[in-house]
């Protein structure tokens, strides 16, 4: 399969502070990769190279050509103004005419359930409808490869079931899906794929199913078995 995103031997550095090294991934059409990690082991700086927000100190980050991609945030960025706007914004940003943008913007809060809060100021809207908001400002563009930040490490219970919800169906529509967690639940829910990075490199790459399978993730990484066990403590 033809992969939509492909690093080879990537380093990252900030001065002496190191935040990615040797980093050689591929990420396929219709993956669902988890990266997790402790705090500090680089998920934000590997998503942020893989979006183009950081070019990488050494190695090389190639995409596919003339794909769309995205990304969503722990906390979005929202202006002042309607909801509607932010995600006619961005299509605008993205350079789609303005008209055509106010249709799909439409479309796209109708498809995260917040066709009744278009025309609510984004800022007065629950966390759990911001990022629904910010989910709605990504998948308006159609994206075949979305980036997500620890996108429901903000919310309460119900907003991460929701934001959880949509991602479940945009993988289902086939969209490509990178995403840092810290919570192991959730990766079993809807990744296909567990990356575990520590100190800016990665010690397990693995199917979901083998990740989460003890004996064959102690034999596999045992850095990793030792951190799964931890977080399920
Ligand atoms: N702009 C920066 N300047 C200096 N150091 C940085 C910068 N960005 C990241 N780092 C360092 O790189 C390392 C990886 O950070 P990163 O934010 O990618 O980790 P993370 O796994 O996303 O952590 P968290 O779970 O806390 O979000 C850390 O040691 C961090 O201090």
Redesign the pocket.
């Known amino acids: 399969m033809s992969a939509l995103l492909d690093l080879q031997g990537v380093a990252l550095r ?2 002496p ?4 090294q040797d980093i050689s991934l591929r990420v396929a059409r219709g993956e669902r990769v988890a990266l997790i ?10 998503l ?1 190279v893989m979006h183009g927000l950081e070019r990488p100190s050494e190695g090389l980050a190639r995409h596919e050509a003339g794909a769309r991609q995205a990304m969503v945030f722990q906390r979005p960025w929202l202006m002042r103004g309607p909801a509607l706007n932010n995600v006619v914004l961005g299509l605008w940003l993205a350079g789609q005419p303005w008209r055509a943008s106010r249709e799909r913007a439409a479309q796209a809060l109708a498809h995260v359930g917040l066709a009744e809060q278009a025309q609510r100021p984004a800022r007065a809207l629950s966390s759990g409808q911001q990022q629904r908001l910010a989910l709605a400002r990504a998948w308006a563009l159609a994206p075949e490869l979305l980036f997500l ?2 996108p429901t490490s903000n919310l309460d219970p119900h907003g991460k079931r929701d934001v959880e919800a949509l991602m479940a169906d945009f993988g289902r529509q086939g969209m490509t899906l990178v995403f ?1 967690s ?1 919570n192991l639940g959730q990766v079993k829910r809807l990744a296909s794929r567990v990356v575990y ?1 520590e100190h ?1 490199r990665i010690l397990a790459d693995l199917p979901v199913h083998q990740f989460f399978d003890r004996a064959l993730l102690e034999r596999n990484s045992h850095e990793a078995a030792l951190f799964v066990k931890g977080e399920l403590a």
Do not use: Q
């Not at 502070?17 to 990615?20: E, G, I, K």
């Open positions: 900030f001065g502070a190191v935040a990615l990690g402790a705090n500090g082991s680089g998920k934000s700086s590997l942020r930040d620890e840092a810290h990075l800016g």
